[in-house]
């Protein structure tokens, strides 16, 4: 799959968290793959001077990363292709992908993402436009359709395959499902099965023996993670392990700090240190529950806004643990988390 092992195991695109340091800790782990945030084509197509800080870090790719695909956003075939060249000029990806999933009512309000699978014929010239524009693979991420009485993603999937796409990923939900409700996974399989390409299933896995599961029943040749990753991203070598038929580790205590503060020093490394430093409180909230104490850590974190006194905070809170030989997690004070709580905005 031209970089990619089949099966294969990705890090599923994830607006405001996959940015380079969060996808160099997922590599790390053993992802076989991982795309970008998505890239506005509007933007990134017309820009004329420097583009914006903000803008440029969405682009950004670490030494460390492994096989990267950079997402386009947009329903205006020339800035799609545009936007295709420029990204193909950067010299840094290996793919460019093309989003056709995402529901969030600000993106398709103006009829670009999943809205696109209302408008199929719209959404082949894209296609088109993009294929023709790079000499990179091309991939499409869609979901099934934008509701159940309009299931496109079966007719979209034909022509990637036509165009010489590299692989498809679909989120076995509608648009209207947004990210709840059942996976159709009857639905994924007689996709897989419906073209040449190969297509990866996404949607709703939990763990690393979800993900195998989730691969044996769709027929697929891979699996795309999304939400799970971003509260367990060693999952990718959690599957590994589970293929090689080795023991899953506990991750307990210092793996966990150690992960948060090599994440927060990447992240310092293409963002400014307090913005930074502000985001780790949403990944920190992830990784530290069911450790003790670790609710008047995420307190003390409000008053954090460099690096230094985030390392300090977690250093010694784990010197805590270890001395008391607590480095556990105590399943008692999990809050009972579900994935239906990140959405996109
Ligand atoms: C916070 C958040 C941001 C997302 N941003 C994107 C995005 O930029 N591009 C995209 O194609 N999908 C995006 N998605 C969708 C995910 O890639 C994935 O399809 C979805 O979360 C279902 O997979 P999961 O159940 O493994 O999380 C986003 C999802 C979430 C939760």
Redesign the pocket.
Known sequence: MDGLPNPCFVL??????THASFRTICFEYGADGATT??IQSLALGRAKKRLSAAFAETMIRYPDEGNLAA?LIGRNPAMMAESARRLTAMERFDAIDI?M??PARKVVGSGNGAALMKEPELAIEVMRAVREATVLPVRL?MRLGWDAEHITAPQLARAADELGFQSIVV?GRTRTQM?SGDVNVEALRELCASVRIPVLA????TCAEDALAFLEKTGAAGV?????ALKQPWVFDDIRRLRAGEAVPKRLAPERVRLLIRLATLACGHRPEKVAISEMRKFSGWLLPGLTGYREVLLALNGIADLEGYRRLLEGYLNGLERANDLEVHPELTPEAS?DT???R
Not at 202 to 205: L, Q, R, S, T
């Open positions: 599923a695109p994830m607006d405001g968290m945030e998505m997402q989003n999933g995402c991420k989120h990210y996404n949607g709703g896995v795309s993670i999304g939400r799970a994935l990140v959405r996109q």
